[in-house]
């Protein structure tokens, strides 16, 4: 175990490495002068010689490119430009948004996926199957953000049960913070419940072919117990990782659902910091969601090695 | 047991009779259908705008009724399946040509650095949130419908590396491989010839497939307005547009919407059909 993970960490740390690079690469050296992006066309050339001061341009990029690693570790993010504030008290505000709401979107598709792909398994080729099969479809073509509309346009403007959009702040409450969370975290949690639903079901009727799913329905136990205690457990594996692994679809679809619901996230502040330029936001933000997702990833590896011993050897 | 003694299939309907297959062929006819005509006619200019007829409600004149320039909204649906495939067929072109070329450079060096290298940065552009790539190119290069077909292209690439990859590397331990090899075929001339036609189904299947994934990628940023710009129309820009007037015109958040989720639904109904006919074991697990 201890050589695979080691030889993990360090596929993991050059993976981080190299996504920095890259990002690095594009956001400040590909763009030429990255002060002369953030001010526009028409910027005063004392305005941009302070901006290329202040973002520490004059540096050589190696040094920069070390410097803004070192600073991301010790959690210095660097400055906003437009907002005039610390990127980490962006961040650190922005996030009580986007995690609750990826939390709520995750736990929605568990809870609305699962219990599907099970009942199809169940009733393989029964009108059930078919009726979650066609879920699934579905859930698969509708783009969450349009979905996010239909839901504005019932339960906002038909119905007038939560608001349209915007975000009160946990401070305003509890209850008023999730009525403007429900709908985002739906929207976003559909594409998800009808992938878990469909990997559920095909990862169910796979281990209702073994052997001793037959044992124990051969032993008398009930359909209810075989399919809930023996064939649940064992056809988890893969469901448990593709949570893991939809982290980077799902944070795309942050991006858009902030938007749709004008919802104050991450989603939302990388969206405006390209609008207004702001780089330095921007760069940091991409890495951000980039590590995320490349750490989400590493935790579902280690996982299916701690699971199923034979992955260990095979890399 | 004899020959004579084997029990006798049962008969076999054609694999494209089946109901996947036929939807999504429907719908994707129907899309494409829309978009080929567009070129020739449209119910009215896509970017004629006429005030006096804004916000009209779906009628005789108008079938999908006019947004808040009066454009029509059934004349912009058309011209925007144009768009919309257009964006997506160059990001799978991309991504499959790209792609398949490194997966079958990376098969035929198996093992070596140089398919450790192609592996790797598959890997690694995998991990890579596609949405944040697009947004990267749209914050230095600015939107617009090509940096979205790159993006998108770019995103497809790692599926298509590690699906011709993992195909050709099984062609190539077939026997008649090795006789192509005593016949004194050159890697190359052995993956032309042999692997490529044997891997091309599989890379059609996984591009239909892309295909419905890139249309909602594309759809998404033109929602966000890194994608296709104005006043070319586009599905997700309308319905970002639509936001504003949706309490009083819900059609015009509908039409658009139901266009995208129609296409994409098609794309997947049609590759799993093709899928079925290539495998039909696969059939049962999905």
Known sequence: MIPYIGRRLFALGATLAGAALVIFLMLEVLPGDPAAVTLGLNAAPEALAALRAEMGLDRPAPLRFVLWIGGMLTGDFGLSYTYRVPVAQLIAERMAVTLPLALLAIALATLIGMPLGILAAARHNRPADAAVMVFAQAGLAIPNFWFGLLLVLVFAIGLGWLPAGGFPGWQAGLLPGFKALAMPALALALPQAAILARVTRSSMLDTLQEDFVRTARAKGLSERVTILRHALRNALIPVVTILGLQFSVLIAGAIIIENVFALPGLGRLVFQSIAQHDLIVVKDLVMLFAALAILLNFAVELLYGVIDPRLRQVS | ?286
């Open chain 2, 1 to 286: 047991m004899t020959l004579a003694q084997a029990p006798i299939p049962a008969r076999q309907r054609p694999w494209w009779t089946g109901p996947s297959f036929l939807l999504g062929a429907a719908l994707t006819g129907l899309i494409v259908g829309l978009a080929l005509i567009s070129w020739l006619w449209t119910p009215y200019p896509p970017t004629q705008m006429m005030i006096l007829n804004r916000l009209k409600p779906p009628s005789g004149a108008n079938w999908f009724g006019t947004d808040q320039f009066g454009r029509d909204v059934l004349s912009m649906i058309m011209v925007g399946a144009r768009n919309s495939l257009a964006v997506g067929l160059g990001a799978v072109g991309i991504g499959m040509i790209l792609g398949a070329t490194l997966g079958l450079l990376a098969a035929i060096r198996r093992d070596g650095w140089l398919d450790n290298l192609i592996m790797r940065t598959a890997d690694f552009t995998h991990a890579f949130p596609a949405v944040l790539t697009a947004i990267m190119i749209t914050a230095i290069a600015g939107p617009g419908m090509l940096n979205a077909v790159v993006a998108i292209g770019v995103l497809n690439l790692p599926y298509f590396a590690r699906l011709a990859r993992g195909a050709a590397l099984q062609i190539w331990t077939q026997d008649y491989i090795q006789a192509a090899r005593a016949a004194g075929l050159d890697n190359w001339q052995i993956t032309g010839r042999h692997v490529l036609p044997n891997i091309a189904g599989v890379l059609v299947v996984q591009a239909t497939i892309q295909f419905a994934l890139a249309i909602l990628a594309e759809a998404g940023l033109s929602y966000l307005g890194l994608g296709t710009q104005p006043p070319n129309p586009s599905w997700g820009r309308m319905l970002n547009e639509a936001q504003t007037f949706m309490a009083m015109q819900p059609w015009l958040a509908v039409f658009p919407g139901a266009a995208i989720a129609v296409t994409v639904l098609g794309f997947n109904l049609l590759g799993d059909g093709l899928r079925d006919a290539l495998d039909p074991r696969l059939r049962r697990a999905r």
